[in-house]
């Protein structure tokens, strides 16, 4: 998960994600792991399954973001979000536009 210039990049780190079942049996199903490296994409989030699941049809999972201090005054941005090695998908990117409101 990539967060361009939405959060500093020193901000990224305290970011805390986690995974919410979307059915009361489900276990939780991904490990996250904050990389920070130099270069194109500098730090980032991974969300590693923990177990080999399948995902139905029509079925969709829920990652919560905490600690997220936005440090952009602008009103959208992209979050981009890359998947690799899924069965029965080329590796690509997702993006997303998000709507940042102001609390105030």
């Known amino acids: 998960m990539h967060l ?14 986690t995974h919410i079942p979307s059915k009361p049996d489900q276990p939780v199903l991904w490990a996250f792991h904050c990389f920070e490296i130099t270069g194109k994409y500098r730090n980032y989030w991974a969300a590693i399954p923990t177990n080999p699941f399948t ?5 969709s999972m829920i990652i919560e973001l905490a600690g997220v201090n936005v440090s952009s005054d602008k009103e959208q941005a992209y ?24 609390p105030n």
Not at 4 to 17: A, V, Y
Not at 82 to 89: P, V
């Open 4 to 17: 361009g210039m939405l959060i500093s990049q020193k901000s990224i780190p305290e970011i805390r994600l």
């Open 55 to 59: 995902l139905q049809t029509g079925e």
């Open 79 to 102: 979050v981009s979000f890359d998947y690799y090695n899924i069965e029965g998908l080329h590796n690509g990117v997702y993006q997303e536009i998000v709507r940042i409101k102001n």
